[in-house]
C-alpha cells in the first residue's frame, strides 16, 4: 500500500479497485500532504484520479472536499448507502461513476461540482434525482439504468450538450416533451424496461439520434415526427403494444436495424418497404401476410417472422433462409415492378457502414473497390476497417487523423510506401 500511495504522489493517479477495502485509507483523504521519509516533496501533484471500484467500501468520508482538483472518481461496485455532500465540493470532478452500490438518494449538492460530463449512478436503489442536477451543463452522458425511478427532472432540459442517456430499467411512465425537444446533441436514447405508455412528439427534434432503444414498455404507437430522426441507424421497440407502423418510418434513409418483435401489428407499411434495412425482427406479432414490395429490400441479411400467423407463406419459407424469402416476394410483385432488384456495391457498402455503428468494425473485404468509399469518415469512430481483396491504389489522406484506426490489408493492390502515419496498418501476405 505505502509503494502505491508514494507512486500517486507523483502521479496525480491512485486506483485501489479490488483490494477488499471496507473504508478508504486516511492518507487519501489528506492529499498527501505529508511527504514521507525521503520524498521529494517539490515533485507531488494533486490527487486527479482515485479508483475505489471493486471493494466493501460502505461510506465516503466528507473529507472528500480535500481533494478540490479531482476530476475521476470511480467507486462503482461498492457498500454506499449514500453519497457525501461535499461532492458538490469537486468543481473540477468530470466523471463520476457511483454504479452498482446501495444508495437512495443523489445529494442536492452535486450541482455544484458543474465541470461533470460523465455521471454513472446505475444499479442503485434510487427512487428519484435531484433538480439541482441541471445545473451540471456539461453534463453529456448520463446513466442512470436498474433503479426505481418514476420521473424525470424537468430541470435536466438545460444539459443541452445531453449526447447519451440510459435510464434502462427504471418505472418511468413519460418522457416530456420537453426533455427530448431539449436534447438536440443525443445520439443514444436508451428508456427500454420502464412504463412508457408513449413516444413524445418531440422525437423528430434528435436529428442527430443513433440508436434509439425503447423495448419492452407500454407505447401504443410510434408518433409520424419519427421521420426527423434521420440520422437513427439502430431502432429498438420490441415487446411493446404497437398494432400499426406510421408511413414516415420509410423516410429513416439510415436505419439498419428495426425490431418490432412482440407487438400486435397486423401488417407491414409499403412505405417502410424503402428502408435499406440488415436486420428486421417482426417475430410474434399478428401478421397474416407480407406486402411483396419486402422482396425489394435485398439489403436485409436477417428477416425473423416467426411467431406470426401467416397464411399466405409457407413455413419452410418463414424458417429457411432470408435471400430465398426476398426472392419470392419479388415474384409476387407486377411484372413491370419485379426487377431483380440486385443489391449494388454501394448498398453493400451502406450495410456494413450501419453495421459498424456499435461493433466499430468495418468489413469491405472482397469488393472490388479501387478507392476507400467517403462512407467511411461517416461511420464514426471505426477502430478495425478490412480492405482485404480489393484494387485499391492508393490510401487517402483522411487515414492520418484516425489514430486508433487498424486497417487490414490482404492480397490488396496497393503502393505499399503510401502507408500514413497516425493509424496501424498491417498486411497478411
Not at 454513472?120 to 446513466?143: A, T, Y
Not at 478490412?386 to 486508433?404: F, K, V
Amino acid at each position: 500500500m505505502d509503494r502505491i500511495l508514494k507512486a500517486a504522489r507523483t502521479s496525480g493517479s491512485l486506483n485501489l479497485s479490488n483490494r477488499s477495502l471496507r473504508d478508504v485509507p486516511n492518507e487519501v483523504y489528506k492529499n498527501f500532504d505529508e511527504a514521507g521519509e525521503g520524498d521529494k516533496w517539490w515533485e507531488a501533484v494533486d490527487l486527479q484520479k482515485l479508483i475505489l471500484a471493486h471493494n466493501n467500501i460502505e461510506k465516503l468520508k466528507e473529507d472528500l472536499r480535500n481533494l478540490p482538483l479531482l476530476t475521476v472518481l470511480n467507486v462503482s461496485h461498492n457498500k454506499l448507502s449514500e453519497l457525501p455532500a461535499a461532492i458538490g465540493e469537486l468543481h473540477m470532478l468530470k466523471s463520476l461513476d457511483v454504479s452498482f452500490n446501495s444508495i437512495m438518494k443523489i445529494p442536492d449538492e452535486i450541482g455544484s461540482a458543474t465541470a461533470l460530463v460523465k455521471f454513472d449512478c446505475s444499479s442503485n436503489q434510487l427512487k428519484e434525482l435531484p433538480s439541482s442536477l441541471g445545473r451540471c451543463l456539461n453534463l453529456s452522458d448520463f446513466k442512470a439504468s436498474n433503479n426505481c425511478i418514476t420521473s424525470l427532472p424537468e430541470d435536466l432540459a438545460d444539459c443541452s450538450k445531453m449526447s447519451k442517456l440510459d435510464v434502462e430499467g427504471n418505472k418511468l411512465t413519460v418522457l416530456s416533451n420537453n426533455l427530448i425537444a431539449s436534447w438536440t446533441m443525443l445520439t443514444e436514447l436508451i428508456a427500454s424496461k420502464n412504463l412508457l405508455n408513449g413516444m413524445p412528439e418531440t422525437i423528430g427534434s434528435l436529428s442527430r439520434l443513433i440508436r434509439l432503444d425503447l423495448h419492452q414498455n407500454r407505447i401504443l404507437s410510434i408518433p409520424s415526427s419519427i421521420s426527423g430522426c434521420c440520422s437513427l441507424a439502430e431502432f429498438y421497440m420490441g415487446n411493446n403494444a404497437l398494432s400499426a407502423l406510421p408511413a414516415e418510418l420509410g423516410k429513416l434513409s439510415k436505419l439498419g436495424t428495426l425490431d418490432l418483435h412482440s407487438n400486435q401489428l397486423k401488417e407491414y407499411c409499403v412505405e417502410a418497404c424503402q428502408l435499406r434495412l440488415s436486420v428486421l425482427d417482426l417475430s410474434n406479432n399478428s401478421l397474416s401476410g407480407l406486402p411483396p414490395e419486402i422482396g425489394k429490400m435485398t439489403t436485409l441479411r436477417k428477416l425473423l417472422l416467426t411467431g406470426n400467423p401467416l397464411r399466405t407463406l409457407r413455413s419452410s419459407l418463414v424458417n429457411g433462409p432470408t435471400p430465398a424469402l426476398l426472392k419470392y416476394l419479388r415474384s409476387r410483385l407486377p411484372e413491370n415492378e419485379d426487377s431483380e432488384a440486385s443489391t449494388t456495391k454501394e448498398d453493400l457498402i451502406t450495410m456494413a457502414t450501419r453495421l459498424s455503428v456499435t461493433s466499430k468494425e468495418l468489413s469491405l473485404e472482397g469488393m472490388n473497390l479501387s478507392a476507400i468509399p467517403s462512407e467511411i469518415w461517416e461511420a464514426g469512430e471505426i477502430t478495425k476497417l478490412d480492405l482485404s481483396r480489393n484494387s485499391i491504389q492508393e490510401l487517402p489522406p483522411e487515414l492520418s487523423s484516425c489514430a486508433s484506426l487498424q486497417v487490414k490489408f490482404s492480397d490488396l493492390v496497393t503502393n505499399k510506401e503510401s502507408c500514413i502515419s497516425g493509424c496501424y496498418l498491417y498486411w497478411n501476405l
